[in-house]
Nanobody, 123 residues
Framework: QVQLVESGGGLVQPGGSLRLSCAAS???????IAWFRQAPGEERTFVAG????????WYGDLAKGRFTIARDIAKNTVYLHMYNLQPEDTAVYYC?????????????????WGQGTQVTVSS
C-alpha cells in the first residue's frame, strides 16, 4: 500500500502563499490524489483533486481561484499551491488517494491518507 507524506505547512500572514507537497512512497499510475482540510470542530472538507494519469484537476468551491493542484511525475508528488491565504484557511491539510479516475469529494471514498500538515494563517 502506498504511503503519503505531506509537508510545506506553516505559519503565514493573511494574503500570503504556501505550497504543500504530498509525496508518495511509490510511483502513482491510475490513482486520484486529493487534498482535504479539517479545522478544529469542523468536518473534513474537499479542497482539490487530480487524476494522475490524465493530469486533470477538480476544485472545491473554497479553492477556486486561489488554489492550484499540480503533479510532478518524476517526483511522485502532488502539490497544492495556495495563494491569498486568509485566517479561515487555517486547518490541517491532508492528502489522500484512491484508485480509479473519479475525483470524489467525500473523504470516505479515499483509502490512503497522509498524516497531515498544519497551515496557520494569522497576523
Amino acid at each position: 500500500q502506498v504511503q503519503l507524506v505531506e509537508s510545506g505547512g506553516g505559519l503565514v500572514q493573511p494574503g500570503g502563499s504556501l505550497r504543500l507537497s504530498c509525496a508518495a512512497s511509490r510511483r502513482f499510475s491510475s490513482e486520484v490524489i486529493a487534498w482535504f482540510r479539517q479545522a478544529p470542530g469542523e468536518e473534513r472538507t474537499f479542497v482539490a483533486g487530480i487524476r494522475w494519469s490524465a493530469d486533470s484537476a477538480w476544485y472545491g468551491d473554497l479553492a477556486k481561484g486561489r488554489f492550484t493542484i499540480a503533479r510532478d511525475i518524476a517526483k511522485n508528488t502532488v502539490y497544492l499551491h495556495m495563494y491569498n491565504l486568509q485566517p479561515e484557511d487555517t486547518a490541517v491539510y491532508y492528502c489522500a488517494t484512491t484508485t480509479g479516475d473519479i475525483v470524489y469529494t467525500p473523504g470516505k471514498q479515499y483509502d490512503t491518507w497522509g498524516q497531515g500538515t498544519q497551515v496557520t494563517v494569522s497576523s
